[in-house]
DNA sequence: CGAGCTTTTGAACGCAGTCAACAATTGTGG
DNA sequence: CCACAATTGTTGACTGCGTTCAAAAGCTCG
């Protein structure tokens, strides 16, 4: 069940769908969108700050990364992305870029003009609404993480980004028996996170300890969810997997 | 030049119009739009996590915080809103709240509901998309924070929250000579850049003793802005205080 | 003028960073 | 398929930025 399998548009669709149902026509609008696939190695990058695209991407396959670097050239990522996200869908409005964005990992990702974007939100307020409402979960991430990186220490720091990113592999299918794929260097992990790559190295040592984690490879192991959920202080709220007001 | 001075939607139109130039009509249609002004007194809840908010508020006078707690009750300030902001735009697309948002001094707040919003975004594309804008500007603060709180130390971190809130504060006419009202306590600046209340007591003196900033109760003077920037590590492409497209 | 909050100071401690070396793994070219 | 290079992960020792705790001093405001 690879995202990589579906069509671009039908895998931007279904996410939008899963929250903010769309009419047919609105669907339609949306697959008719022309969609530029491109291959990235890994560790390449594909916006850079300061840039001013004048198209979004939506990732299809891997993992990319948000970054920036200090003046001392410490580097901080405040997001990651999983398949099926649009990790700089803000520079429809923002014309200037304020951070980059990499791969991680090798990936496939689909370039959509702003230009056609634009159309289709002026034309289908509901998709724009969606779309909006698509930045405003990233938003909302970014505080959960301020959160965690201002005030958790880093076990409990490590564990929530390990709740966060398998809650949002599951929503696109990549988990399988509470195991998921985390293709990251314990460097980039650490710049995640906010620590050092040795100190991300213990944790990760103490957590296996701990038997809160199991790894093989790149494979991430979780037995016992609600306990890594409690270490890692984890509530999905701040996701906003469903459209709650409907409850 | 009290931003309180003006009508409510003045404010309001003023800051989107400053981006995104608005249409005779579209001035109008926010201007009919119905406000309820309220006072709060300081350090007062406006909404809490978990609310399911109607309606949003704009700051009208004062300084509000954005802020969570852990579970063992540390607090982060994730964003601080100056007036013509609004705080909680993004409960407009997501349904529950999913941080809290209250006073830190006496302020004058707008309360707009939801409904009327939408009304006036579907009608008018161009104004939702400065909406949207606003939140999009929000989360690049957030972004800037993450690499502040994440990567740099105590005395640049604080260099660079001053210098952003003298940069927003003058946008809305808030500094005269260099010089700005800071009504926030030791303990909230602490819960904003992450560090205790001790360590921001300590690096103020040190700030002031190397000649950054000077105080004189809750007025901050900033005698070489040049420096400050320097010391903070501070360029204002963040904030994305024009359509920098134009250029 | 006193209660309560905020700022300031001192001392001891600790989480995590840095540096450096080594081990393990992955990738690559012959 | 193997040898070698490069990257990534692991370990130990030392250091330090910042925390915590506690108490004193300074403000603010009824």
Redo the contacts with the bound molecule.
């Keep these: 069940m690879k995202a990589g399998l579906h069509s671009p548009q039908t895998l931007m669709i279904r996410k939008l769908d899963s929250i903010f149902p769309l009419s047919a026509e609105e669907r339609q609008a949306l697959q008719g969108l022309p969609v530029q696939v491109t291959l990235f190695k890994?560790?390449q990058d594909i916006v850079r700050i300061g840039d001013r695209p004048s198209q979004c991407c939506v990732l299809l396959e891997g993992f990319t990364q948000v970054y920036k670097l200090t003046a001392e050239g410490?580097r901080q990522i405040m997001a990651l992305h999983v398949p099926g996200d649009i990790p700089d869908l803000q520079s429809l409005h923002l014309k200037v870029l304020d951070n980059s964005v990499a791969t991680i990992c090798p990936c496939t990702l689909g370039f959509i003009q702003h230009e056609d974007m634009r159309r289709v939100c002026e034309r289908y307020p509901r998709i724009a609404a969606a779309f909006w409402r698509e930045t405003l979960v990233d938003a909302s991430i970014f505080r959960e993480w301020l959160l965690n990186i201002g005030r958790?220490?880093?076990?409990?720091?490590l564990a929530h980004f390990l709740c966060e990113f398998l809650v949002r592999l599951k929503v696109v299918g990549l988990v399988e028996d509470d195991t998921f794929d985390l293709p990251?260097?314990?460097?980039?992990?650490?710049d995640a996170i906010?620590?050092?790559?040795?100190?991300?190295?213990?944790?990760?040592?103490a957590m296996?300890a701990n038997g809160l984690i199991q790894?093989r490879?790149?494979q991430v192991i979780v037995p016992d969810w609600e306990r890594l959920k409690e270490e890692g202080e984890f509530d999905p709220l701040y996701l906003h997997l469903q459209q709650e007001g409907d409850a």
């Design positions: 890994a560790d410490k958790r220490e880093a076990y409990t720091r990251i260097t314990q460097v980039e992990l650490a906010a620590t050092s790559n040795v100190h991300v190295n213990r944790v990760l040592q296996r790894t490879g790149t």
